[in-house]
């Protein structure tokens, strides 16, 4: 392993990004340009910096840290990368802990599980986390060296201030100790830091949530954000369509205006949700989206899978109940005249009609037409679950390791 004394002397250093495919990946592509200002402003100005990015899906296939640091040292050696960053879009459990990142001043390597950031604000995090990773790495145990680039950000603080309006220069917590530092979310969801010494000139270094109910959440929601659940709306145009449909024929029916007009707020909203639980589960168990604990490496990971794949369904299914509510407002507006609407019902008939009829017939196209419906794109809604892009994934790493155990 090279060790901070035999670091190539050259004043230009490289920064490798090892991504695993969809958010990682996108992220760091994203995060490319703007790298080498931040690294040089932040980690060390005396040298210039490069930024390569790489896709490899083993990132996105294994939940363990040693076994993707492993694979990130091989892409350091290849690639002669002055040092490595890792990001992969699985939650990394280490005993009863959630595993954030990771870094090496030994192995020049860095590790970063997204999810375990959390959702908002996703690339503030990445960015800051970023920063923070490459520090342990460049400076090791050296205090002096951290102080040295310290000094040097506040003597060019309001440079660094008037850059930092734009967006891709925000950066706190300067390089010192914490990830990401003090925002109110990190407060609430605190991140411990253990250091392990290797050496007099590296170390170690490991940040860690607590799997509380804190941690839990914190978890949850970085993995509805990695699994995008904004890309599977798109593929909803059937079964929307068919929904219309069904609901658009029971707003003919006088006797469907008189049932609207006698069901409560509650009632509503309990027939809403059962329809838009009914449609979550359907998805869930039509397309076999659910991860069985008793073929999982881990229970704890199976489980999270599952309530992340249910969020992240459930999500799109408030969109498609919206999209369907408010083409429902515009059709019962158009064609339910007011007088006929007077003829039936009992009362004042207004806006408040209105939006009750149409509320009843949303509902019912989601209980009834919708679930007879098929997808556009089914493969769009198995890409935003864990246990299908690891399967997918799986498949493209088996050449390679065929290869490699051959060799």
């Known amino acids: 392993m090279t060790s901070k004394k035999n670091k190539p002397s050259s004043d230009r250093y490289t920064l490798g990004l090892i991504a695993a495919p969809d958010l990682p990946k996108e992220i760091c592509d994203q995060m490319a ?35 993707v640091i492993q694979e990130a040292q091989k892409h350091r050696d290849h690639h002669t990368w002055n040092y490595a960053l890792c ?3 699985l939650p990394i459990v280490d005993g009863k802990r959630l595993v954030i990142a990771d870094a090496s001043s030994d192995r020049d390597i860095g590790l970063i599980s997204l999810p375990s950031l959390g959702a908002m604000p996703m690339k503030k995090r990445v960015r800051e986390a970023m920063m923070q990773l490459v520090n342990e790495m460049h400076h090791g145990s050296s205090e002096e060296e951290r102080e040295r680039q310290n000094e040097r950000i506040e003597e060019n603080q309001e440079e660094l201030e008037e850059h930092e309006n734009d967006h891709s220069y925000q950066v706190r917590g300067r390089g010192s100790r914490e990830l990401m530092g003090n925002r109110l979310y990190e407060r609430f969801f605190p991140i411990q830091r253990t250091v392990y010494k290797n050496n007099e000139e590296s170390q170690h270094v490991r940040f860690y949530a607590n799997l509380n109910m804190r941690g839990r959440t914190r978890l949850l929601s970085g993995m509805v954000l990695a699994n995008r659940p904004w890309t599977i709306f798109p593929a909803f145009k059937s079964v929307i369509a068919l929904a219309f449909a069904t609901g658009a024929y029971s707003l003919i029916f006088p006797s469907f205006w008189t049932l609207s007009d006698t069901y409560g707020f509650w ?21 076999g989206l659910w991860e069985k604990e008793s073929q999982a490496s881990s229970t704890f990971l199976a489980r999270s899978y599952n309530k992340a794949t249910t969020a992240t369904i459930g999500i799109a299914v408030i969109h498609y109940y919206l999209v369907l509510f408010i083409l429902f407002i515009v059709v019962s507006l158009l064609f339910i005249p007011a007088s006929q609407l007077t003829l039936n019902l009992q009362g004042t008939v207004g806006v408040m009609t209105y939006l009750k009829i149409s509320w009843l017939a949303c509902t019912v196209a989601t209980l009834g037409g919708a679930l007879g419906a098929g ?14 892009r690891q399967r997918v994934r799986h498949e493209q790493t088996k050449p390679e390791q065929q290869q490699q155990s051959s060799s």
């Open 267 to 287: 009632r509503f909203l309990i027939v809403m949700i059962t329809a838009m639980l009914t449609m979550t589960v359907w998805f869930i168990a039509a397309h």
């Open 375 to 388: 997808l556009e794109k089914e493969e769009t809604v198995l890409k935003a679950t864990y246990g299908y």
């Open 87 to 89: 990001f992969t879009d």
């Open 33 to 67: 340009e703007e790298l080498p200002d931040l690294l040089h402003n932040y980690v060390d100005d005396r040298r210039q910096w490069d930024v390569e990015v790489v896709l490899e899906p083993f990132a996105g296939v294994t939940e363990q840290a040693e076994s």
